[in-house]
């Protein structure tokens, strides 16, 4: 499969000094959902935005089908965009608001309004052509939104943050229908968001940005069971860190010692030195407890919390606060309470050894 998009040694400043994209490389497929993922001024938007060519990078190339974009003003590039504050018309109905990119680009009434009629069916709005978007809830627009970027049967759709205004439940919704048209109609889609859980849910890829520099790009499953770095397990998902000395290395193993004598065996994936510190990370729901002394590891429990179908207990290690663990409701002991100590365990493939940052 081609490359549709490629983003080749980008930076981008505003200033001249400071970058708020640093080289990025990154080439998307056809019919690839690829999300740039990230906290706020990671770079993951401006990225978005010279691609779709409302900036331009200060270095680097950008192409799309192997054509440079870089003359290419973006009404011209035929891109379709969608934002989160919508965007629409007010003084135009809901179909003169979707006929409008088809007007800019000279097509004839009658052909016009088939591709509206079609746009408004993919969405399910049929019913609402004569409305305005005043006249409509907040994911109706964003329905009519995502409609005007899909009525000129664009190759590529770019999305910023476009959910964000909605409440949860709704969200959620809209999450599937734009997942179900990206493989119905086999778009490539190019969407930022900050929230982890959108990512995973949507994504072939997450691009996980963090001060300009992709740290991590894979598959929602490697990224959140097989982090490469501490930013990324901290960023995706809820995640455990010990800090220790790593103690000695064997082939895709280390071994870690804590501060309290403790070793721990986890893959290895920092590039460490024997003696060099080390962050240990490991997913909440993947630490098992057992009653205190059936495993060398001991932990004391600083508070739980009961929610409903799980219990989070978070607990103290070799010293160490805030470890959590994440139990099904069924399977919490009621002896345990705040200062028993417990036992726990974890398979070794779901613990790793990562970069001590500050992140």
Known sequence: MKHLVSFKNIQKTYDGFRPVVKDLNLDIKEGEFVTLLGPSGSGKTTSLMMLAGFETPTHGEIFLNDKPLHNLAPHKRNIGMVFQNYALFPHMTIEENLAFPLSVRKMNRIERSEKVRRALDMVKLNDFAKRYPAQMSGGQQQRVALARALVFEPKLVLMDEPLGALDKQLREHMQL???????????????????????????????????????????????????????????????????????????????????????????????????????????????????????????????????????????????????????????????????????????????????????
């Open 177 to 359: 229908e734009i997942k179900h048209l990206h493989k119905q109609l086999g778009l490539t889609v190019v969407y930022v968001t900050h929230d982890q859980s959108e990512a995973l849910t949507m994504s072939d890829r997450v691009a996980v940005f963090n001060d300009g520099v992709i740290q991590q790009i894979d598959t929602p499953a490697t990224i959140y069971e097989a982090p490469t770095k501490t930013f990324v397990a901290q960023f995706i998902g809820e995640n455990n860190t010990l800090i220790g000395t790593l103690s000695s290395q064997e082939g895709p193993h280390a071994l870690v010692r804590l501060a309290d004598g403790s070793l721990i065996r986890a893959i290895s994936v920092a590039a460490a030195q024997i003696g060099q510190q080390v962050a240990l990370c490991i997913r909440p729901e993947r630490v098992n407890v057992s009653p205190a002394g059936s495993t060398p590891l001991t932990a004391r429990i600083q508070e739980y919390i009961y929610l409903g179908d799980h219990v989070r207990m978070i607990t103290e290690i070799a010293g160490q606060a805030n470890f959590m663990i994440k139990l099904p409701a069924t399977q919490m002991d009621s002896s345990w309470t705040v200062g028993s100590s417990i036992s726990l365990s974890w398979a070794p493939e779901h613990i790793r050894t990562l970069d001590v940052t500050k992140h």
